[in-house]
T-cell receptor
Framework: ELKVEQNPLFLSMQEGKNYTIYCNYS?????LYWYRQDPGKSLESLFV?????AVKQEGRLMASLDTKARLSTLHITAAVHDLSATYFC???????????FGTGTRLTVIP | KAGVTQTPRYLIKTRGQQVTLSCSPI?????VSWYQQTPGQGLQFLFE???????NKGNFPGRFSGRQFSNSRSEMNVSTLELGDSALYLC?????????????FGQGTRLTVV
C-alpha cells in the first residue's frame, strides 16, 4: 500500500522566518497535491504538481516535486500568522483516483 | 460556480443506528470520492464513484457503502454505527479530464456516534 510521510508533524515558527515541510511517498506516482485545513474546516487545494521538477508558488508558499526521490517540499517564506493551519500532502496512484494523505503538519506561526 | 455541497453538516447518532450522508459535486464533475478523517487515523479513502459505478474502495468494513446517481450526486451509508465511526466525512469531486486531476472538497459532515 502507498505510504505518505510528512515531517515535521508539528511546526511552531516565528513570523518572518522560513521553513520547509517535507513529504515522502513510497511508490511511483507523478501526481502530488498540497492542501490546507483550518480547524474544523474542509480541505483547501493549494498546489497540484503533475511532473518531475514541477515548482509552483503562491504568495509565501512554494511547492516542488522530485519524482525520482519521491519527495515533495512545501517551503514557507517569511511566515505570517495567517498561514497557521494544518498542511497535508497527498498522492494518488497512477491510474487511480483516490488520494493517499500524509499525516499532516500542524503549523503555528507565532507573532 | 457552486462548490461541493455536503449535507447535513452535523449529525449525532446512537450506536447501532444507520446514517446516510449526501454529496453534490461541482457541476460537470463525474468522479466523487469519500474520505474519513479522524484524529487517530488521519484522512483515509473510503470509495470513489464514477458514472454511477464504484471504481475504487478503501479498506473499510462492509458497513460502509455508497452509491452515485445519474446526476453525479453521491450518498454514503454507514449501518450499525459504532463509536469509532465518529469522524469528519469529506466528499471530493474531480472533473477527470486529461491533465486536470485536482480534487475539490466539500465542507464535510461531522458525525458523532454516542
Amino acid at each position: 500500500e502507498l505510504k505518505v510521510e510528512q515531517n515535521p508533524l508539528f511546526l511552531s515558527m516565528q513570523e518572518g522566518k522560513n521553513y520547509t515541510i517535507y513529504c515522502n511517498y513510497s511508490t511511483t506516482s507523478d501526481r502530488l497535491y498540497w492542501y490546507r485545513q483550518d480547524p474544523g474546516k474542509s480541505l483547501e487545494s493549494l498546489f497540484v504538481l503533475l511532473s518531475n521538477g514541477a515548482v509552483k508558488q503562491e504568495g509565501r508558499l512554494m511547492a516542488s516535486l522530485d519524482t525520482k526521490a519521491r519527495l515533495s517540499t512545501l517551503h514557507i517564506t517569511a511566515a505570517v500568522h495567517d498561514l497557521s493551519a494544518t498542511y497535508f500532502c497527498a498522492v494518488d496512484l497512477l491510474g487511480a483516483n483516490n488520494l493517499f494523505f500524509g499525516t499532516g503538519t500542524r503549523l503555528t506561526v507565532i507573532p | 460556480k457552486a462548490g461541493v455541497t455536503q449535507t447535513p453538516r452535523y449529525l449525532i447518532k446512537t450506536r447501532g443506528q444507520q446514517v446516510t450522508l449526501s454529496c453534490s459535486p461541482i457541476s460537470g464533475h463525474r468522479s466523487v470520492s469519500w474520505y474519513q478523517q479522524t484524529p487517530g487515523q488521519g484522512l483515509q479513502f473510503l470509495f470513489e464513484y464514477f458514472s454511477e459505478t464504484q471504481r475504487n474502495k478503501g479498506n473499510f468494513p462492509g458497513r460502509f457503502s455508497g452509491r452515485q446517481f445519474s446526476n453525479s450526486r453521491s450518498e454514503m451509508n454507514v449501518s450499525t454505527l459504532e463509536l469509532g465511526d465518529s469522524a469528519l466525512y469529506l466528499c471530493a469531486s474531480r472533473p477527470i479530464r486529461r491533465g486536470n486531476t485536482e480534487a475539490f472538497f466539500g465542507q464535510g459532515t461531522r458525525l458523532t456516534v454516542v
